[in-house]
C-alpha cells in the first residue's frame, strides 16, 4: 500500500526557514516520479517542485525558483523541501505526490500526480 507522510511544517517569520520532509512507503522513491506541491487559503494547488527519474531534474515553480530546494535519501525513502526566505505568500499546506509513470516536467503540474499524502501547514507571518 502506497502511503507518504509530510512533516516538519509550522510557524515561521518572514525570511525565515522551514525543511519538510516526506517518508514514502509501498514503492520505492527511486521509482516514481515525485514532488512537493501546495495550497494556499482559497487557491488551487501549485506545483512546488518535483524531480523525474527519466530526466533525472528537479523542476521548480517559479514562485519558489532560488529559495526552495529538493531532495532525497533513498536509502531512507524520504525526500525533503528546504525552504528559505520565506515570504507569507507561502502560506499554504503542503503535499508530497509521486506519479509511477514519471510524468514530472517544467510545469511542474499537480495533475499527473497519484498519490498524496495529507499535507503539512506552513504559516508565514510576523
Known amino acids: 500500500q502506497v502511503k507518504m507522510v509530510e512533516s516538519g511544517g509550522g510557524l515561521v517569520q518572514p525570511g525565515g526557514s522551514l525543511r519538510l520532509s516526506c517518508v514514502a512507503s509501498?514503492?520505492?522513491?527511486?521509482?516514481?516520479?515525485i514532488g512537493w506541491f501546495r495550497q494556499a487559503p482559497g487557491k488551487g494547488r501549485e506545483g512546488v517542485a518535483c524531480f523525474s527519474t527519466g530526466h533525472r531534474n528537479t523542476y521548480y515553480g517559479d514562485s519558489v525558483k532560488g529559495r526552495f530546494t529538493f531532495s532525497r535519501d533513498s536509502e531512507l525513502n524520504t525526500m525533503y523541501l528546504q525552504m528559505d526566505n520565506l515570504e507569507p505568500e507561502d502560506t499554504a499546506v503542503y503535499y508530497c505526490a509521486a506519479d509511477p509513470r514519471d510524468r514530472c516536467t517544467s510545469a511542474v503540474d499537480h495533475y499527473v500526480m497519484e498519490y498524496w499524502g495529507k499535507g503539512t501547514h506552513v504559516t508565514v507571518e510576523s
Open positions: 509501498g514503492f520505492s522513491l527511486d521509482d516514481y516520479a
